[in-house]
C-alpha cells in the first residue's frame, strides 16, 4: 500500500483534479481526491511524491498485431512510390509475406521480437496492449502465436488482453474448409487453453465474407469468447451492424462506415475503434470521429501496430493524428485512448483512474498534464506505473 502525493493535475480521463493524491492498495485505487483531503487512515501510509506533475491514466492500445517476424520495407517503399496495399495482398505478398516469414521463425524468437515492441509501447506510457494472432493462418501455428502472446502478459509488466484473429485464407486452401478448420478445431482449442479472450476476423476485400464473418464470430460467441472485427476498411461490407446485432466488443478501422452503421454502434455500445496511422500510412481518408462522437459512438484509438500498413511504436502520435484529422479535442483524445479503450477490451476497471480501478497511470514531464499531446516527437513520459508499482523507467 502506498499514497501518490506532488500531483499537479489528475485526469481521470473524464475530470480534472488539482493538488491530487492516489492511495493503492492491492494494485488498485482504494482512494483518491485532493491531497489536503486525504483520510487520516492514510496518512501514515508509505508516501511517494510525483514531484508537481500532471498524471494521466496509463494508454490502453487496443489494437495490435505485434507477434510477428520479417520486414515489409520494400513493400513500404512501392507503396510510397504509389502501389496499393490491396494490390500485394491480392499478389501473394502483404500479409502472406509476414505469414511465411512468421511461421519460419520459432516460439522464442517470436517471443524475443514481440517483447521488444511491447517495450517501446510501455515508453510511450501504454499499460495494456491488446494483441492479436493472425499470421500463422494454420491451427498450429495460430496456436503458437497465442502461446507467445500468452507469455507476452506473464512476463509483463503490461497487461496483454489477447485475440485470436481469422486473417485471410491461407493459400492453397478451400474457403470452406479453412473457415471449418477455424469454426470446428481453433475456436474450440483457443478456448479449452484459455488461449484468447476474444475473436476477430478481417472481414474486407482479401478476407472473409460478411456471411463467414457470422459464422466465425457465432462460433466465438458459443465457446464463451467475445468478438470483434476488422469492419469497413476498404469497402463497406456491413461487418460493423453485424457487430453491433451480435454485441460484440468493437469494430475497428471504420472508414468506408457511413452514418447508419453510428447509429448502430451507439445503440449497441460497441465501442468503434479507429486507427488513424494506418489510414495515414496507406493514403486514405480517415474516418470522420467527430461526427462519430457526436452520433453517440463510443470512439477508441489504436495503433494497429503490423508490419505493412501501420508500422508505429507510438499511441500518442494516433492520438494526435485524430486530434488533428479525425476533429476531436484533446480532452476526448485521451478517453479515445484510456477509457474507451478498455472498454474495447470489455474491462472498464482499466483505463481509468477512480476508486476500485487499477492503479495504471503514467506520469508526464510536466505540470500539465495535457501537455503530452502538445509537442509532436519528443516523449513527455516521466515514468509509467503499473498496479502502482513502477515498470518505467526501470528502478
Ligand atoms: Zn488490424
Not at 513500404?76 to 502501389?83: K, N
Request: aromatic content about 8%; hydrophobic content about 45%.
Amino acid at each position: 500500500m502506498k499514497v501518490f502525493t506532488g500531483i499537479s493535475a489528475l485526469y481521470t480521463p473524464f475530470e480534472r483534479l488539482e493538488q491530487a493524491a492516489i492511495a493503492v492498495r492491492d494494485g488498485r485505487i482504494s482512494w483518491m481526491g485532493p491531497e489536503g483531503a486525504l483520510p487520516a487512515e492514510y496518512r501514515s501510509w508509505p508516501r511517494e511524491d510525483l514531484g508537481g506533475r500532471g498524471v494521466l491514466p496509463g494508454l490502453v492500445d487496443a489494437h495490435t498485431h505485434l507477434v510477428y517476424a520479417g520486414s515489409r520495407l520494400e513493400e513500404y517503399l512501392r507503396r510510397a512510390q504509389g502501389e496499393s496495399y490491396e494490390a500485394f495482398l491480392e499478389a501473394g505478398g502483404g500479409i502472406h509475406r509476414t505469414v511465411r516469414a512468421t511461421q519460419a521463425a520459432s516460439e522464442e524468437e517470436l517471443l524475443n521480437l514481440a517483447r521488444a515492441r511491447l517495450r517501446k509501447l510501455l515508453a510511450g506510457g501504454v499499460t495494456t496492449v491488446e494483441i492479436k494472432s493472425g499470421y500463422g493462418l494454420t491451427v498450429e501455428h495460430e496456436i503458437r502465436l497465442l502461446r507467445v502472446i500468452r507469455r507476452l502478459g506473464e512476463e509483463g509488466p503490461c497487461r496483454v488482453f489477447p485475440t485470436f484473429l481469422a486473417h485471410v485464407i491461407p493459400t492453397g486452401w478451400e474457403r470452406e474448409a479453412y473457415i471449418q478448420a477455424i469454426t470446428e478445431e481453433l475456436i474450440p482449442e483457443v478456448a479449452r487453453g484459455r488461449l484468447a479472450e476474444a475473436v476477430d476476423v478481417f472481414c474486407d476485400r482479401g478476407g472473409f465474407t460478411l456471411d463467414e464473418t457470422r459464422q466465425i464470430l457465432e462460433a466465438a460467441l458459443r465457446h464463451g469468447l467475445r468478438i470483434k472485427a476488422h469492419a469497413e476498411q476498404f469497402e463497406r461490407t456491413g461487418a460493423t451492424r453485424l457487430l453491433s446485432e451480435l454485441g460484440g466488443l468493437s469494430a475497428d478501422h471504420l472508414e468506408a462506415t457511413i452514418p447508419e452503421d453510428w447509429k448502430a454502434l451507439a445503440q449497441s455500445g460497441t465501442v468503434g475503434v479507429i486507427l488513424p496511422v494506418a489510414a495515414v500510412v496507406l493514403r486514405k481518408p480517415l474516418p470522420d470521429a467527430r461526427r462519430m462522437w457526436d452520433a453517440g459512438v463510443k470512439v477508441a484509438v489504436a495503433t494497429d501496430h503490423n508490419p505493412g500498413s501501420s508500422p508505429v511504436y507510438s499511441l500518442l502520435l494516433a492520438l494526435q493524428l485524430a486530434v488533428a484529422l479525425g476533429g476531436l479535442s484533446v480532452e476526448e483524445a485521451l478517453v479515445a485512448g484510456t477509457a474507451n479503450a478498455a472498454l474495447a477490451l470489455g474491462k472498464p476497471e482499466l483505463g481509468r483512474l477512480i476508486n476500485g480501478a487499477m492503479a495504471d497511470f503514467l506520469v508526464v514531464n510536466s505540470r500539465e498534464a495535457l501537455e503530452l499531446f502538445y509537442w509532436w516527437g519528443d516523449s513527455m513520459v516521466h515514468s509509467v506505473y503499473v498496479a502502482g508499482e513502477r515498470v518505467y523507467p526501470h528502478q
